[in-house]
T-cell receptor, first 112, second 109 residues
Framework: EAGVAQSPRYKIIEKRQSVAFWCNPISGHATLYWYQQILGQGPKLLIQFQNNGVVDDSQLPKDRFSAERLKGVDSTLKIQPAKLEDSAVYLC??????????FGPGTRLTVL | GIQVEQSPPDLILQEGANSTLRCNFSDSVNNLQWFHQNPWGQLINLFYIPSGTKQNGRLSATTVATERYSLLYISSSQTTDSGVYFCAVGSEYGNKLVFGAGTILRVKS
């Protein structure tokens, strides 16, 4: 069974530029999560989708971050404009109707 | 919100030694997962264990939900066990995971 796919794996941009990350969850998984992991910390939830609807985006900085999951399958997370403090690993996870979450390899973002 | 504390924050072992990592959480949970984050940043699922005991090779885990803690046991450690171990909990079905700060494990040959 294929795991959660993410791209790109690495991205370097300058502050105030925009960037987008893509995630394809495990086939059949209805719930998709985006987490941000700052160096030296545990991951923290940015947004949770159930099919193509948002369940929880309370920790998403909506002035610069946006995310969508239009067809209830893959998802895109965008940052515009990026700040230095957005340097982090962005992790996508998915789960079926059950509870156990499975994570993708992550996208490492560096903002200069 | 729910709080998760992991101990110890750092652990250095000689190859072949055993270790116990602890995770305390502040409220009742219906999801608890242990992960190993490898040097490339990938979170590897070790255990899904909201209660009870499980074993997988040299690793085992126990969660005592009524006392709000979980333990991860690593026996006969190997250098490939090095990395960061995270405990993460969820308080509602299908809801987000709240992660601890992790335990950094270094196994020396």
């Amino acid at each position: 069974e294929a795991g959660v796919a993410q791209s790109p794996r690495y991205k370097i941009i300058e502050k105030r530029q925009s960037v987008a990350f893509w995630c394809n969850p495990i086939s059949g998984h209805a719930t998709l999560y985006w987490y941000q992991q700052i160096l030296g910390q545990g991951p923290k939830l940015l947004i949770q989708f159930q099919n193509n609807g948002v369940v929880d985006d309370s920790q998403l900085p909506k002035d610069r971050f946006s995310a969508e999951r239009l067809k209830g399958v893959d998802s895109t997370l965008k940052i515009q404009p990026a700040k230095l403090e957005d340097s982090a690993v962005y992790l996508c996870a998915s789960t079926p109707w059950g509870n156990e979450q499975f994570f993708g390899p992550g996208t490492r973002l560096t903002v200069l | 919100g729910i709080q998760v504390e992991q101990s110890p924050p750092d652990l250095i072992l000689q190859e072949g030694a055993n270790s116990t990592l602890r995770c305390n959480f502040s409220d009742s949970v219906n999801n608890l997962q242990w992960f190993h984050q490898n040097p490339w940043g990938q979170l590897i699922n070790l255990f899904y264990i909201p209660s009870g005991t499980k074993q997988n090779g040299r690793l085992s885990a126990t969660t005592v939900a009524t006392e709000r803690y979980s333990l991860l046991y690593i026996s006969s450690s190997q250098t490939t066990d090095s990395g960061v171990y995270f405990c993460a909990v969820g308080s509602e079905y299908g809801n987000k995971l709240v992660f601890g700060a992790g335990t950094i494990l270094r196994v020396k040959s």
